[in-house]
């Protein structure tokens, strides 16, 4: 069977324009500028307006990717969001914001794998190229967060922000260097109680109890969470080397999920590369879920840090818990 190779033909991102600063936050909960900055890195992130959906941030995002791919929605095959905060529980966000585009009849479904759900997404997206069944998928990581947040409670809403960032992938020509090399995927349901939102699904539908529980809420465990982050992370990025027989130095960048600033540098310091070579949003947006990645990838090729035939390694940790690393050649 014929296989073809994945490029990224278009990428794009939108953050809101409301921002919730560590200062605004001084007056909301007992913390400080200096205590947030020094342990996550984080300064500020944006907050999508009452009224505004998940997907309407994906849409943003999604009509800039395809123009930078020189595409129109009609052109695509498949639509996939990788979202933990969609619309509604059903239709899903990916026929949404189907409608919203444009696009015509063709697949769009949604993912939920957390933080990890964008390298998850194109890896699926990508499988789908290489066997030749689609030519033109969109790829999205759309978060509306900060409504899963609890303003009182000191350890996550100091955290988390919303945002979303979009890719095309497209079928590679022969002239066109581009390539996915590998993707390496895991999850580890045995500790998936370290990071959970108990409320709005089938074992604990909304009710007044919720309400009065506060169980429409992020909990997570910390410590837990930077320790097996670190330890999963890592070992995806050794794992893609191992595969394609590359080192180190034969990647020009790399773009960790954006949780933590001090989980980035504990990740490049394992990986033995310099900061330098670590793309960081992390200050200006938070933790912005499954659109860190693709929000930090846009912003790297739009300012120039990226360019076409770079080894960029993506590697991500989230709720699940989900893991992996995707390693591609922009």
């Known amino acids: 069977m014929t296989q073809y190779r994945s490029r990224i033909a278009g990428t794009g991102s939108f953050l809101p324009e409301k921002r919730l600063s560590n200062h605004d936050l001084e007056k909301m909960v007992e913390t400080s500028d200096a205590w947030i900055v020094e342990r996550t890195g984080i300064r500020y992130r944006h907050l999508a307006e009452d009224g505004v959906n998940t997907s309407d941030l994906a849409l943003q995002a999604a009509r800039k990717a395809l123009d930078e791919a020189k595409l129109a929605p009609t052109d695509l095959d498949m639509i996939l969001v990788a979202t933990v905060s969609p619309d509604m529980p059903m239709p899903n966000t990916a026929c949404i914001l189907q409608h919203k585009l444009g696009a015509r009849d063709c697949m769009a479904v949604d993912i939920s794998a957390a933080c990890t759900g964008f390298v998850y997404g194109l890896t699926i997206a990508d499988q789908f190229i290489r066997t030749g069944m689609y030519k033109n998928i969109l790829v999205v990581g ?3 967060l900060h409504r899963y947040v609890n303003y009182k409670e000191r350890e996550t809403c100091i955290l988390f922000g919303d945002a979303a960032g979009a890719a095309v992938l497209t079928r590679a020509k022969d002239n066109e260097d581009s390539k996915i090399w590998s993707s390496h995927l895991h999850a580890d349901g045995t ?19 919720v309400l009065d529980e506060n169980l429409q809420y992020v909990k997570m465990k910390g410590r837990e969470i930077f320790k097996h982050a670190v330890r999963t992370m890592s070992n995806a990025c050794d794992e893609a ?3 394609n027989d590359l080192k180190a130095e034969d990647v ?7 949780a933590n600033l001090r989980i980035i540098e504990a990740v490049a310091k394992h990986f033995g590369a310099p900061m330098e070579k670590v793309v960081v949003e992390i200050a200006e947006m938070g933790n912005t879920s499954a659109a860190t990645i693709i929000v930090a990838l846009d912003k790297a090729i739009r300012d120039g840090r990226i360019q076409r035939g770079h080894n ?9 818990i989900t893991s992996g690393s995707l390693l591609l050649r922009y």
């Open 142 to 144: 759309a978060e509306i």
């Open 191 to 209: 500790i998936s109680d370290l990071f959970v939102l108990q409320a709005g699904g089938s074992a604990i539908p909304f009710s007044q109890r």
């Open 241 to 243: 080397l191992a595969h």
């Open 252 to 258: 020009n960048w790399i773009i960790p999920h954006q």
């Open 312 to 320: 960029v390694l993506l590697t991500a940790f989230g709720a699940g």
